[in-house]
């Protein structure tokens, strides 16, 4: 396997170990925030349990207190009937009576309290019930919860070990240049390497240069996208799908013989490898560019001579392959030095 090839395998390779140990990572941070959660509604429950307990232990304090005022009340009644049979005017004894009716007016008053609790002592042992019995219920979840979040952090932790020594074993086969690049931008962006694909980058949507795009298409070098710096690679798998779910396109028709311009396919071209040769006429003059087939890179000079182009390069043409297209020299001098994806994927 071309080296170039095997570095993006073992990249991608430790991409989806990263992605792996950070999701175990995750979960493992997860588990004691959900056990927190159930002892936030524990503590809650108990507060409830301790408010419903106090409510009980007031209403037995103010009970006592009722209690103790009456007993009080009848002593001030006891007493002031005994002094009214000393008094030696009839003021005196209007004066004890009216006390002895204002007594007994509270004695009432103090039993209707005691009452008011009785009947709410009831409610108030309900509430305390009700309170035990969903502690209790959340206390068994929150067992429950801490046993699995144990049992579920012993098993990631387990998973963490393996996916770290993967990890290590992944980072061996990868240059040392490109782990660090990998290393960097993945630890600020989640993810260092991305694939292409429509000429963008797929990590970040950002389109990519004409040249770029074929630089990574080639796969001859490593190249980063200018957004986000991640690496890039291409898949030649996606195009193929791509191109077996595209819709049908009408059938080409052939190029024209006394065409102005033709464009050819050479596999093998003056050491250059394969190529597309564009030929053109115009004022009597034939022109030939040559570009290289996986960067769209012009190569060389224009090359320009006399009279028709099948006359000026006939060995230019014998052995290649006639192709479509047919741009103008306006359209040729805007492409400058390198082809655009149109016409490298036309």
Known sequence: MHGMLLDIENLLKLQDVDKEIRRLHDEVAELP????????????????LEKAHAAVKADEAARRKYETNISDLRGKISKYRDQSLDVKTNEQ??????????????????????????????????????????????????????????QRTAEDEKLLAEARAKRDQVRTGIREDLLRHYERVSKFRGSGISEVRDQKCMACQV?????????????????????????????????????????????????????????????EFAGDGEVFLCLTNASGQASRRVYDIHTGRLIGDI??????????????????????????????????????????DS
């Open 207 to 267: 389109m990519l240069r004409p040249q770029t795009y074929n630089e990574v298409r080639s796969g001859k070098e490593t190249v980063v996208c200018d957004s986000c710096q991640r690496i890039l690679y291409f898949n030649p798998k996606e195009e193929l799908v791509e191109t077996k779910e595209a819709p049908h396109r009408p059938k080409r028709h052939h190029p024209k013989i006394d065409a102005p311009q033709a464009w050819y396919y050479r596999p």
């Open 33 to 48: 925030k959900r056990v927190a959660v159930i002892e936030q509604k524990l503590a809650g429950t108990k507060a409830q």
């Open 93 to 150: 004894y209007k004066a004890l009576l009216h006390e002895i009716q204002f007594a007994e007016k509270e004695i009432t008053s103090n039993e209707d309290k005691i009452l008011e609790l009785m009947v709410n002592a009831d409610t108030r042992d309900k509430e305390v019930k009700a309170a035990q019995v969903e502690l209790k219920e959340e206390m068994a979840e929150i067992d429950k919860e801490k046993e699995q979040a144990r």
């Open 303 to 344: 090359l320009i001579r006399e009279g028709d182009f099948r006359q000026a390069f006939p060995e230019d043409i014998t052995g290649s392959t006639r192709l479509n297209g047919n741009w103008s020299e306006e359209d040729l001098d805007g492409f400058g030095a390198e082809l655009p994806m149109v016409i490298l």
